[in-house]
């Protein structure tokens, strides 16, 4: 709890941004879900992200024990799949696709990095859900520092082995937006393609689930502190979890659900940097 009135005033908009951020990322997760399921089954991108949101606030209504054990089969299927796209795709990176390194400049690189900040926005967030958290201040540490280690590595192979094995057609495969999926079909044909669609899958649904509930977290806590309505910190009381801070943090979503999905990307970004730029300041 921050007890100081003075510095509740001032941590009140940077937790806010940050619920924000947090409820961005995951609607981006909802949207490429929607996105690959399109590719399956004709339908409407929009509703499908409304019926994978209502799933995930379920889950996580119904528990932290079971909205964790969801992210851990998520997590564990999905790293054992890349995994697997790198070591196979390796054999197939030709270096030549590498020449020129940044044909479009540092900036270029610098605005893609900015683009692409929400990738990195849940790292941090973890500490949100401390408190229903067994050895918290022994877990969670270990959880962030591990999960940077691995995360790191993992996004540094993937993104080897995509340019590498697409070059130029990298900008091509953009426009479909399923580079990686792309990429595997060149080396493992089309059942590769469907592979890491379905890891693509998880991918999301994995950044959904863990999006909500930590970003649940923050509208509990500012109610707590006074600075947000008492209705908030209301706990149910069969599956003892903060569900109006869940259904909070849901109509959020689904109201942001109707933007355009590069406008999505963009604020959630910007939002995010954001954060960071007011907890240092």
């Not at 509703?47 to 119904?62: K, M």
């Not at 197939?92 to 893609?112: C, D, I, L, M």
């Not at 990095?113 to 401390?130: E, H, P």
Request: proline content about 4%; some cysteine.
């Amino acid at each position: 709890y921050i007890s100081v009135t003075g510095v509740q005033t001032c941590a009140l908009p940077i937790c806010l941004i940050t619920w924000f951020s947090l409820s961005l990322k995951s609607v981006f997760a909802l949207f490429g879900m929607a996105a690959f399921i399109k590719l399956i089954a004709a339908a409407n991108m929009h509703i499908v992200a409304f019926i994978l949101c209502a799933i995930f606030l379920i889950i996580n209504i119904v528990g932290i024990k079971e909205a964790g054990r969801v992210q851990v089969v998520l997590v564990f299927s999905l790293l054992a799949v890349l995994a697997f796209y790198i070591v196979r795709g390796i054999p197939a990176v030709k270096v030549t696709n590498f020449e020129p390194f940044v044909p479009g400049g540092w900036r270029a690189v610098f605005s893609t990095a900015g683009f692409v900040f929400i990738s990195y926005g849940g790292l941090l967030k973890v500490a949100s859900v401390a408190e229903e958290t067994k050895k918290p201040a022994y877990t969670v540490p270990l959880a962030m520092m591990l999960s940077m280690f691995f995360v790191g590595i993992i996004y540094f192979f993937v993104v080897f082995v995509t340019t590498g094995v697409l070059g130029d057609k990298l900008a091509l495969s953009a426009v479909s937006l399923t580079p990686i999926s792309d990429s595997a079909q060149v080396f493992m044909g089309q059942g590769g393609r469907i592979v890491m669609g379905v890891a693509a899958i998880l991918a999301f649904m994995s950044t959904a689930n863990a999006g909500i509930m930590a970003a649940s977290r923050y509208p509990l806590a500012l109610s707590r502190d006074g600075l947000l309505p008492n209705f908030l910190t209301r706990i149910n009381k069969k599956y003892n979890t903060p569900h109006n801070a869940i259904l909070f943090t849901g109509l959020l979503m689904m109201v942001t659900l109707l933007a355009r999905l590069k406008v999505l990307i963009e604020v959630a970004s910007t939002v995010l940097i954001l954060t960071y730029m007011f907890s240092c300041f």
